[in-house]
């Protein structure tokens, strides 16, 4: 059966929300200038769009970024930022406001599923703030869309009355494994999804490939491994749900070891400091 609705599934991409006007005429523009792109072509670009703008003027001062000075002009947010980062930014926020979202079919509860989401941007954030700026940063925008294939898949199963279906499997599995159901009636994990639709809309290679590897973060080229490691880990604490617990603190810390036994720079103590407060408490409970 997931191969018939592996096969709906990737027919239904091509009718997902078109990315706004503001969004296409962004990516083209960068994607024909290349190397030659122009600062004020982009915040022209930004500027013509009031609601894009006042997002990302938002988004530029939420403490995702920990700007110590308040952001208020799209200029400055491109020489902070830089134009890669700055396109990636306006892409994933723009899908984020175009989707419906409702997670039931997951047995989430769609407010505490965005909670969460939020969580891991600021955490991922407020982590790699102290330890790598510019990593923390570029890595936004897939914080941002990280359980994007969560949502997909949700309003497919929906859409295919398949639902309940999926709902069921997962709670004969207890919820421990949600890429093993997902694989098993989709033909793939929501983390996978996304690297797919990551390049469906052409953000950077490098984002792309830090996605596909989430789940395989030692094979990652060594150009993006701290990048996939970030994710991975982030991805395994913020996990939707493990025992009805929201952290998987354990999990999160062996693999900070793991990253830093494979040569990844990451500070555990560092780590354990900025871990969320139910995650602490969960290091010290027993399996």
Not at 230 to 250: G, H, Q
Request: one cysteine or more.
């Amino acid at each position: 059966m997931n191969e018939d609705m592996n096969e709906l599934l990737l027919k239904s991409v091509e009718v997902l929300p078109p990315l706004p006007d503001t969004v296409m005429k962004l990516r083209k523009y960068t994607d024909e200038a290349g190397i030659e792109v122009d600062t004020k072509k982009v915040a022209q670009i930004i500027q013509a769009d009031p609601v894009v703008t006042a997002k990302l003027l938002q988004l530029a001062n939420s403490p995702f970024y920990g700007f110590t000075s308040e952001i208020t002009t799209i200029t400055q947010i491109i020489t902070l930022l830089g134009i890669g980062n700055i396109k990636n930014i306006v892409i994933a926020n723009s899908i984020r406001d175009n989707f419906k979202i409702d997670v039931s079919p997951y047995g989430l509860d769609t407010q505490d599923f965005l909670a969460n989401c939020n969580e891991e941007v600021n955490f991922i954030t407020h982590w790699l703030g102290e330890e790598d700026v510019r990593l923390s940063r570029s890595l936004v925008p897939c914080a941002m869309l990280l359980r994007l294939g969560i949502i997909v898949f949700s309003n497919f199963l929906i859409q295919e009355k398949k639902d309940k279906f999926f709902y069921a499997l997962l709670e004969k599995n207890k919820f421990k494994n949600i890429t093993m159901v997902e694989n098993e009636i989709l033909g793939v994990d929501h983390i996978s999804f996304l690297g797919f639709l990551l390049h469906r809309w052409n953000f950077d290679e490098s984002l792309i490939e830090s996605i596909c590897f989430v789940n395989t973060p030692h094979s990652a080229d060594d150009s993006i491994k701290k990048a996939t490691y970030a994710l991975a880990i982030t991805d395994r604490l913020f996990a939707p749900y493990s025992n009805n617990s929201p952290f998987r603190a354990k999990a999160a810390v062996a693999l900070v070891k793991e990253a830093i036994s494979v040569g990844v720079p990451f500070k555990l103590k560092t780590f354990i400091d900025k871990l969320p407060a139910k995650a602490v408490e969960n290091l010290d409970k027993e399996d």
